[in-house]
Nanobody, 125 residues
Framework: VQLQASGGGLVQPGGSLRLSCLAS????????VGWFRQAPGKEREWVSC????????HYPDFVKGRFTISSDKATSTVYLEMNDLTPEDTGKYYC???????????????????WGQGTQVTVSS
């Protein structure tokens, strides 16, 4: 199982980025997938989780309305569209999955079984 994240970079406040995560070793039709992030000096936190079998999504309040998670089963890719970025969104973003759960809710709150390598997002003027 591999999760390869890309798309991070430096963006100004108010800007947008789209992160991509190429999944291999499993198919995006059962296990939940999601994105987590970790800012310097802070604990890792979840920012979006997706149940790939029914497309139910979960977001914490601090990204709701700004971030959108989606998946393309044909290319085994998970996306995170991020808009209206603020400096507080700076951190390393990780794609993750929980191979034992199809529920995005379980992924968010029980945690992943597998992590990608992360991609850095820096929001600064």
């Amino acid at each position: 199982v591999q999760l390869q994240a890309s798309g991070g970079g430096l963006v100004q406040p108010g800007g947008s980025l789209r992160l991509s995560c190429l999944a291999s070793g499993f198919t995006l039709d059962r296990p939940a997938v999601g994105w987590f992030r970790q800012a310097p000096g802070k604990e890792r936190e979840w920012v979006s989780c997706l149940s790939t079998n029914n497309d139910i999504v979960h977001y914490p309040d601090f990204v709701k309305g700004r971030f959108t998670i989606s998946s393309d089963k044909a290319t085994s890719t998970v996306y995170l569209e991020m808009n209206d970025l603020t400096p507080e969104d700076t951190g390393k973003y990780y794609c993750a999955t929980n191979l034992g759960h199809s529920s995005g809710y379980a992924l968010c709150y029980s945690g992943p079984t597998n992590w990608g390598q992360g991609t850095q997002v820096t929001v600064s003027s």
